[in-house]
């Protein structure tokens, strides 16, 4: 059964940067699209950046050019870099994984499987 566990969140100043990390069990990343997504209270999920199974990365309008995603295959971890990060930027991050290519509805939280997210880690950026 897939497992992700996030971790990296916590509280930076606008303009700053902060590394979150996905560690992910019974997952291969050639196999599976990984994905991230936030969530801010009041808000539903929307998704932020995926890893495609052949590499390629994709983006949210609203991160493109701050985010990066990058892995370890070693490790199995799946990362989340976020640099000049803004107060809209805030909320809760979620990993999530799912079987096959990302294809191009992977901003919509309801094409993820319902047990393929991790817990959520909080990022909370003030102005």
């Known amino acids: 059964q897939v497992q992700l566990r996030e971790s990296g969140g916590g509280s930076v100043q606008a303009g700053g940067s902060l590394l979150l990390s996905c560690f992910a069990t019974e997952v291969t990343f050639g196999i599976y699209c990984m994905g991230w997504f936030r969530q801010a209270p009041g808000t539903e999920r929307e998704g932020v950046a995926v890893l495609d199974r052949d590499g390629k990365l994709d983006f949210a309008d609203a991160v493109k050019d701050r985010f990066t995603i990058s892995k370890d295959n070693a490790k199995n971890i799946l990362f989340l870099h976020m640099k000049s990060l803004k107060p809209e930027d805030t909320g809760t991050y979620y990993c999530?994984?799912?079987?096959?290519?990302?294809?191009?509805?992977?901003?919509?939280?309801?094409?993820?499987?319902?047990?393929?997210w991790g817990q959520g880690t909080q990022v909370a950026v003030s102005s």
């Open positions: 999530v994984a799912k079987r096959g290519s990302c294809g191009t509805q992977w901003r919509e939280a309801a094409t993820w499987e319902t047990n393929s």
